[in-house]
């Protein structure tokens, strides 16, 4: 992995246009650009509040006023939407920049958009939130906003070496943002500290008092998930994940590994039922007029949930919520936080998939506020971490804990935002 740049001052708008300037036409993290003396300005004019003059990227799925949408694809396009999504306008409102829309997959699902990783520009960037991870990796934007409906943000955080946050379902609106599965759509951000994740979460939560609760590490209480029967990891991370455990079982109140067993791959299957019901019915109009120029990804999906029946979805619903109701009895028995892996493996090499997002579905499905630590690397160089997944609407509590591992001598952070290549 490339060392990270040593200033890590604030960006600004115009540092930002100066690196994407060097970079865009090798990374492709964009869609669209902002005209830079239009977010001069803006930055100038920024109003007061936690995220004043920041410059963020937006993923190509939200409604924006001042920037067109594509949704990731080649056959929709709209110069601007009537209003910003809630996330967007609430960003705005904490004096954030908006200066581009980063590229999604197409229709936020798996077909990969023209982003390229930027430790490596044979390997994906991960998806669907492609370009927002990219950019921040590469030092284009400070932070920059994406959405998971399976893998979307701890994924490509994890493969382009920055940090993650999925909050937990609810606590962040949607209005605005193109939807896929009701259920599971959530939305979320990229940055390259967790400090600023933790600005983010109060611009986005409107929070007045941005204080983090705090806890001795002496009384942690952490589960452990590394292996899942059926599902393979790679030596790296498992190696990774082994020494992240020793490390911290070292310093924690109490730790315990999980066995991962069939329980885990139930909560993958229902994740994939619920995602292909819903999306089947949300893109009904999509499908119907430009089903020919879709990707046979996305018609698959699509054509897999039409043939999924209303009783069989409402099961997958109703085993959803029971597995909510029993958390406290298997991933959450006697801990505060879980750690588990947050991909397979690094970055997958080539550019026509995003990578497996399997060490993710459940924790979607689950509504389960989910953080990425980029910590390691892997064979290849490449950036790899490990994702700290916390109780439902227990996000500050897990922001903690990641920030306090991340200060940690044994846990220091290798983000790449503004790496000089």
């Not at 951000?189 to 600023?196: A, E, K, L, N």
């Not at 994740?197 to 209480?221: G, K, M």
């Not at 609407?393 to 220091?412: C, N, P, V, Y």
Request: charged share 20%; net charge negative; glycine share 10%.
């Amino acid at each position: 992995m490339k060392s990270h740049q040593s200033d890590t001052s604030p960006l600004t708008s115009a540092r930002c246009y100066e690196r994407i300037a060097k970079r865009e036409e090798t990374v492709g993290a964009f869609q669209y650009l902002k005209p830079e003396p239009q977010a001069l300005t803006e930055q100038d004019q920024a109003p007061d509040g936690c995220l004043k003059g920041m410059p963020i990227g937006i993923k190509d799925i939200y409604d924006t006023i001042d920037m067109p949408t594509r949704w990731g694809t080649t056959y929709l396009h709209a110069p601007r939407s009537l209003t910003d999504a809630s996330l967007v306008a609430a960003l705005r409102q904490a004096g954030a920049i908006p200066i581009g829309k980063t590229i999604s997959t197409e229709m936020a699902y798996f077909t990969p958009g023209k982003t390229r990783n930027p430790h490596d520009l044979m390997r994906t960037p991960g998806g669907s939130s492609s370009g927002s991870a990219a950019a921040v990796a590469d030092g284009m934007v400070q932070a920059a906003i994406g959405s998971q409906t399976a893998g979307s943000i701890i994924r490509p955080a994890s493969f382009c070496g920055v940090v993650g946050f999925k909050p937990s379902a609810g606590i962040v609106p949607t209005a605005g943002v193109m939807a896929f599965s009701k259920t599971l759509d959530t939305v979320g951000w990229f940055t390259s500290s967790v400090d600023d994740s933790i600005r983010l979460f109060n611009a986005a939560t409107q929070r007045h008092d941005t204080s983090v609760p705090s806890c001795p590490i002496s009384e942690w209480r952490i589960n452990w998930l590394i292996d899942i029967e059926g599902i393979s990891l790679n030596g790296d991370v498992r190696s990774l994940m082994t020494e992240s455990h020793r490390r911290l079982d070292d310093m924690a109140g109490k730790t315990q590994v999980l066995a991962g067993g069939t329980d885990f791959q139930e909560l993958v299957d229902c994740q994939k039922a619920i995602m292909a019901y819903e999306a089947s019915r949300t893109l009904v109009h999509e499908f119907e007029r430009y089903r020919e120029e879709m990707s046979q990804e996305l018609v698959e999906i699509i054509l897999q949930g039409r043939a999924i029946d209303l009783p069989d979805y409402l099961d997958a619903i109703a085993y959803r919520n029971h597995s909510i109701e029993q958390l406290e009895n298997t991933f959450f028995a006697d801990a505060d936080v879980l750690i588990a892996p947050s991909t397979i493996g690094e970055a997958t090499a080539g550019l026509s998939t995003t990578g497996d997002p399997v060490y993710c579905r459940p924790w979607t499905l689950l509504g389960l506020p989910c953080l990425h630590l980029p910590i390691g690397q892997g064979d290849h160089g490449m950036p790899i971490g490990i994702q700290l997944i916390g109780r439902p609407g227990k996000d500050l509590s897990l922001l903690s804990i990641g920030k306090t591992i991340a200060q940690l001598d044994e846990f220091t952070l290798t983000c790449s935002g503004g790496v000089l290549f």
